[in-house]
């Protein structure tokens, strides 16, 4: 089973990963965040599917994070090249995204790119707030 959603800011993409953290009923397989100009875009793929409340459950923490959404034909490519084992270096190289984090949710990943953003730019765009 797989989510895949839009998030405003690195606050909401941040607390979503708590959440998957702290959610192990889920069985989380990976999470794939990737940082767009605009906002994050993450991706939630489970080990097995969740029954209907469990999915009307976690439905709803997304739609209240953030909205559902419809990537691009690049953006595809590069989830699915994730997906499908590619090293985010390399789908990074090839499709020009922002793969920030890939695999077992990780706060520290998308901690470290805002950080590393906001200290290259010298301020914080509101997507990084």
Not at 40 to 65: M, T
Not at 73 to 81: E, G, N, V, Y
Not at 84 to 112: C, F, L, T
Request: proline share 4%; aromatic share 8%; with cysteine.
């Amino acid at each position: 089973m797989e989510y895949l959603c839009y998030l405003a800011n690195a606050s909401l993409t941040l607390r979503l990963v708590e959440y998957l953290l702290g959610s192990s009923q889920l069985g989380v397989s990976f999470v794939t965040v990737i940082n767009t100009i605009d906002g994050w875009v993450i991706r939630v793929r489970l080990k097995h599917q969740l029954c209907p409340q469990e999915d009307g459950n976690f439905r709803s923490i997304l739609s209240e994070l953030g909205i559902n959404y419809s990537p691009s034909k690049l953006l595809q490519l590069a989830l699915m090249s994730l997906a499908g084992g590619q090293s985010p270096v390399d789908v990074m190289r090839r499709y020009q995204v922002a793969v920030v984090s890939h695999g077992q949710p990780n706060k520290e990943e998308i901690e470290a790119f805002r950080q590393q953003f906001i200290n290259g730019l010298g301020y914080c765009p509101q997507t990084l707030a």
